[in-house]
């Protein structure tokens, strides 16, 4: 198997890598992969991880919710349940950062199209992208909506949207510059970009260590705090104007950690330990499960 190797950290350059944590592909393969950490600023990813031209064999599984829609089991029932709650939030939060009801937005990552398909019905114009071609088949049967595949975002029109949405799509992204780049490429000079993905300094993360559902090797490729993600921003010309939690995702993610440790009544101890991470987000944000962070150009505030 093709593997990438990183030499050189993705943030700051820095050649001084050491291991950090080894993790198991609960989901598909049961394969160990390691994590790094660069010794200079502290970004944690995923070493030794298949190249994208293999990767996809590592999301064909039913039990891959974000692509297959499966309500299978308890823990799958609760996140659809999360899920419908969460896309009404999520609209309202994109049209009070845009502060506006309509516009141009792109969705990138848009997994079955749930979110894509709710903006679209609040009068919004969206584009959205998705890699996984079971994906786009059941967003155009379920919501008559197309989406292109990834490989279409370098021919899309430069700073043509208003907003720009990765909901749990950045950490699989393998060209992580590039990715940023392209971003900042297409946003309007006035846009907006939210981008949500899980916390690897958060409460539940510290707690579980290895067995952190959310680690997610090999798909997750690079493990995000706020501070990381801050500067990712920074360096590619963007100003972090907001932070949100998303503490439900702790609930979904302890559930699953209890269970790859394979505890007595992982469903409740799970809900035990997302309620004290809830807690903790509540004092701190930054002790979220996952954060939704807002971007905007530098030169447009």
Same mark, same amino acid.
């Given at each position: 198997?093709?593997?990438?190797?990183?030499? /050189? *950290?993705?943030?700051?350059?820095?050649?001084?890598?050491?291991?950090?944590?080894?993790?198991?592909?609960? %989901?598909?393969?049961?394969?160990?992969?390691?994590? *790094?950490?660069?010794?200079?600023?502290?970004?944690?990813?995923?070493? #030794?991880?298949?190249?994208?031209?293999? =990767?996809?064999?590592?999301?064909?599984?039913?039990?891959?919710?974000?692509?297959? #829609?499966?309500?299978?089991?308890?823990? !799958?029932?609760?996140?659809?349940?999360?899920? /419908?709650? $969460?896309?009404?939030?999520?609209?309202?939060?994109?049209?009070?950062?845009?502060?506006?009801?309509?516009?141009?937005?792109?969705? =990138?990552?848009?997994?079955?199209?749930?979110?894509?398909?709710?903006?679209?019905?609040?009068?919004?114009?969206?584009?959205?992208?998705?890699? !996984? /071609?079971?994906?786009?088949?059941?967003?155009?049967?379920?919501?008559?909506?197309?989406?292109?595949?990834?490989?279409?975002?370098?021919? &899309?029109?430069?700073?043509?949207?208003?907003? =720009?949405?990765?909901?749990?799509?950045?950490?699989?992204?393998?060209?992580?510059?590039?990715?940023?780049?392209?971003?900042?490429?297409?946003?309007?000079?006035?846009?907006?970009?939210?981008?949500?993905?899980?916390? *690897?300094?958060? %409460? #539940?993360?510290?707690?579980?260590?290895?067995?952190?559902?959310?680690?997610?090797?090999?798909?997750?490729?690079?493990?995000?705090?706020?501070?990381?993600?801050?500067?990712?921003?920074?360096?590619?010309?963007?100003?972090? +104007?907001?932070?949100?939690? $998303?503490?439900?995702?702790?609930?979904?993610? +302890?559930?699953?950690?209890?269970?790859?440790?394979?505890?007595?009544?992982?469903?409740?101890?799970?809900? &035990?330990?997302?309620?004290?991470?809830?807690?903790?987000?509540?004092?701190?944000?930054?002790?979220?499960?996952?954060? =939704?962070?807002?971007?905007?150009?530098? !030169?447009?505030?």
């Amino acid at each position: 198997m093709n593997r990438v190797t990183i030499q /050189a *950290c993705p943030l700051c350059g820095g050649t001084e890598l050491e291991p950090a944590l080894t993790c198991v592909d609960h %989901y598909v393969s049961g394969e160990a992969f390691c994590l *790094c950490r660069c010794r200079e600023c502290g970004f944690l990813f995923t070493q #030794d991880f298949p190249a994208e031209a293999e =990767i996809g064999r590592y999301y064909e599984t039913p039990d891959y919710i974000s692509h297959s #829609d499966t309500r299978k089991g308890l823990v !799958n029932t609760l996140y659809h349940w999360v899920r /419908a709650y $969460m896309l009404g939030r999520k609209a309202r939060l994109v049209m009070d950062e845009a502060h506006c009801t309509g516009g141009c937005l792109l969705d =990138i990552g848009a997994g079955t199209g749930y979110f894509a398909d709710a903006m679209h019905r609040r009068g919004w114009q969206v584009e959205a992208v998705e890699k !996984n /071609a079971s994906a786009r088949a059941f967003a155009k049967e379920h919501f008559r909506l197309h989406m292109w595949p990834d490989d279409v975002l370098p021919a &899309l029109p430069e700073q043509e949207y208003n907003v =720009i949405t990765l909901w749990h799509v950045l950490e699989h992204m393998e060209h992580l510059n590039e990715t940023w780049g392209c971003l900042g490429r297409l946003l309007a000079p006035r846009g907006v970009l939210l981008v949500a993905v899980p916390n *690897c300094s958060s %409460y #539940d993360a510290r707690k579980y260590g290895a067995h952190w559902a959310a680690y997610d090797v090999p798909r997750h490729l690079w493990h995000f705090t706020p501070d990381t993600m801050q500067r990712f921003g920074a360096k590619h010309g963007f100003i972090l +104007s907001g932070r949100y939690p $998303m503490p439900f995702d702790a609930f979904y993610v +302890s559930m699953l950690s209890e269970k790859y440790l394979h505890h007595a009544l992982p469903l409740v101890r799970g809900l &035990l330990t997302g309620t004290a991470a809830w807690l903790k987000s509540l004092a701190r944000k930054e002790q979220s499960s996952s954060m =939704i962070y807002v971007f905007r150009r530098r !030169n447009a505030v």
